[in-house]
């Protein structure tokens, strides 16, 4: 298959690029440079512009781009440049399919569980409402940012993923150094729900999606067995087999991260319904199996597809 992919530098682009290259398939990485190969097609998602000859023969574009919610505390610019950088660039990736005389057969559109906002201990799945809040108004818009493609007939699916598990790269990546120093606590009290997804699940419920014609619309990608964050905290010191003692209060949390505390601390119990439905199988259905997964694996080899 050809295969468009943007974000192709990130922690799940570049991952999901080097899976699908390893089995044989073309793929296209959409860049913000001249490009340099037959491999890049140039675009612009702030200027909402896209080089859609480059996309011509792809049979699907998987679009992962997008700035970092956790890479900076949340100034007025920073929501900003949150949400113009996954509006935007969504936005111009589907109106760029939808322009062409032969669209690709598939769109996947990044997404985040953060449209459900705070569910506490409540399990939610694809079928549960949207929450409030600033990440779960902005998951809104950055999905509805696709109907262009879901209006031309492309089948759409919102790829909702979870806290990725990895060493290196994402929140989990900047984890791994403070836990393997003994400095790993829990967050607050602990007892918010976090649901995760090792990143060996991730890309392979990626190429799921892409060969599950009956996918389509809204899809978790989080691990069946969400878990709270002092359990998550249990597991790096198992694994690590380091000390986890310490704790930072939700006052220090909010001094330091500011609003950006309000998700650190939110509890998101989600199910991967769909998933599940679809007969997908996890290699690392729990917290354990995910983190020791990501500890002893480097590199582009976390992404490695799954064999059932």
Not at 202 to 210: C, F, K, P, W
């Amino acid at each position: 298959m050809r295969i468009a992919v943007t974000g192709s530098t990130g922690l799940i682009g570049s991952a999901l690029a080097h899976a699908l290259r390893t089995d044989g398939h073309h793929v296209v990485r959409l860049v913000r440079h001249t490009p340099r190969t037959d491999h890049e097609v140039e675009w612009d998602p702030r200027r909402q512009w896209v080089d859609a000859t480059g996309l011509i023969g792809c049979e699907a574009v998987v679009h992962l781009a997008g700035a970092g919610i956790a890479d900076r505390r949340w100034s007025a610019a920073r929501k900003r440049e949150l949400r113009d950088s996954r509006v935007l660039g969504t936005a111009a990736i589907a109106e760029a399919v939808a322009s062409l005389d032969t669209p690709p057969e598939l769109m996947i559109s990044g997404s985040a569980i953060g449209i459900y906002g705070d569910t506490g201990d409540r399990p939610v799945d694809e079928y549960a409402p949207p929450g409030h809040g600033f990440l779960a108004d902005l998951c809104q818009e950055w999905e509805e940012a696709a109907a262009p493609a879901v209006e031309a007939g492309i089948r759409t699916a919102y790829a909702r993923t979870g806290l990725v598990v990895a060493r290196q790269g994402g929140a989990w990546g900047r984890m791994f150094p403070l836990f393997r120093a003994g400095l790993g606590g829990r967050l607050g009290a602990g007892d918010q729900f976090w649901s995760f997804i090792a990143l060996r699940d991730e890309i392979a419920a990626l190429r799921h999606i892409i060969d599950t014609e009956s996918l389509s619309g809204p899809v978790n990608l989080t691990a069946p067995h969400p878990v709270t964050n002092r359990e998550v905290t249990a597991a790096m010191g198992r694994v690590l087999h380091r000390p986890t003692a310490l704790a930072v209060p939700r006052p220090a949390l909010r001094l330091a991260l500011g609003e950006l505390a309000t998700d650190v601390l939110s509890s998101q119990r989600v199910i991967p319904q769909r998933l599940l439905d679809s007969g997908f199988t996890f290699a690392f259905p729990r917290v354990d199996d995910a983190v020791r997964a990501a500890w002893t694996t480097r590199g582009t080899a976390q992404g490695a597809p799954n064999r059932h």
